[in-house]
């Protein structure tokens, strides 16, 4: 299984963009997805959720402003990040809860590569 992101990149504050996570591979089934980030000096904090079923969740600091949604067909989940601040600066991790076709029985955990989010002021 591999999880790939894209998106990340330099805006000015106040500006948008938008995060793709896809995850390919043996997939049986996906549970919850959710998108990490870590900046610089800090622990690697949750910043959105989103279960199966579509209910979400968001730090604080974000809610208003970001919009996580998936895909379960494409297997892909996205994180809509508006007003962005410097203080959003930081890698940003996909991260997934899922099941494979080999094991379809136990539940694995998944991280992507990390894709850099910066945010000028």
């Known amino acids: 299984v591999q999880l790939v992101e894209s998106g990340g990149g330099l805006v000015q504050a106040g500006g948008s963009l938008r995060l793709s996570c896809a995850a390919s591979g043996s997939i049986f089934r996906i549970d919850d997805m959710r998108w990490y980030r870590q900046g610089p000096g800090n622990q690697r904090e949750l910043v959105a959720g989103i279960t199966r079923g579509g209910s979400t969740n968001y730090v604080d600091s974000v809610k208003g402003r970001f919009t996580i949604s998936r895909d379960n067909v494409k297997n892909t989940v996205d994180l809509q990040m508006s007003s962005l601040k410097p203080e959003d600066t930081a890698v940003y991790y996909c991260?997934?809860?899922?099941?494979?076709?080999?094991?379809?029985?136990?539940?694995?955990?998944?991280w992507g590569q990390g894709t850099q989010v910066a945010v000028s002021s």
């Open positions: 991260y997934t809860i899922l099941t494979t076709t080999h094991q379809p029985e136990l539940t694995v955990q998944y």
